[in-house]
């Protein structure tokens, strides 16, 4: 192949894929809304629209995949892919900074005026006089029901330790890919994945453990926050868990070299972005 095609970027032909995807969330959530409004066929929607959407992750991803091992994508695609992952992962920082706000904004800001603070009117006196500044708080009167403290030991630590684990174990294998070890490759990629899933089912019995304790999303703004953070964490490290996986299969396959490995350099990179993002859980909402 000559120098000047090489340098050209790789343009696809026509893909079906983005229009079923489309269509595929669209039945989904209006099934999503019509079961939430109480059609029986709601249910039915939900699940024609999952298979399309499974269908349409496969087709498509595949697709790249081939595509990949047949050596189309050089430098420019490269950068292109690496362009996207780092403006996805900076999407999702943003994502759970707003989520970390609201938890600053309630601890710092909210529960003092709930006492008066920074208006220097006595409403509090009337409205909740016995209200005291306690965090956490299921507010004024116990309208959440419960004002249960998940402490930091011994789970929550536990699965800390665990999810730093596995950040040692994908760097293992990202070491490994580089020089082309694919025995340690494989080694460190099924050890993160195995660690990642038991993070998970910890995460799980977790959250069974909160609710036998009275600790729901409606459980004033300690609930709500603690579940919304450690929630969508728990599921960006389950989406994070599957994409290992894949890549951990595709390694199994003879996939990936020294020199061409970027799909699971981007999947290290987000696991390590969902470890750094535990780092600051584990802090704010389980230890002070």
Known sequence: MSEAIQDKYFVPEAAKWPLVGSISLTILFCGFASYLNGSLLGPTMMVIGFILFVIMLFGWFGQVVNESEAGTYRKWEDMSFRMGMCWFIFSEVMFFAAFFGALYYAREFSVPWL?????GLPTHNLLWPGYTEVWPTNGPDDLGGSDYHMGWWP???????ILLTSGLTVTWAHHAIKVDNRKQFVYGLFLTV????IFVFLQGYEYVYAYDQGMKLSSGIYGSTFFMLTGFHGLHVTLGAIILLV???R????HFSGHRHFAFEAAAWYWHFVDVVWLGLFIFVYIL
């Open 247 to 249: 890549m951990l299969v």
């Open 251 to 254: 390694a199994m396959l003879g």
């Open 115 to 119: 006492l008066g603070d920074g208006d």
């Open 194 to 197: 195995l660690l990642g899933f």
């Open 155 to 161: 789970l929550p630590f536990i699965n800390t330790v």
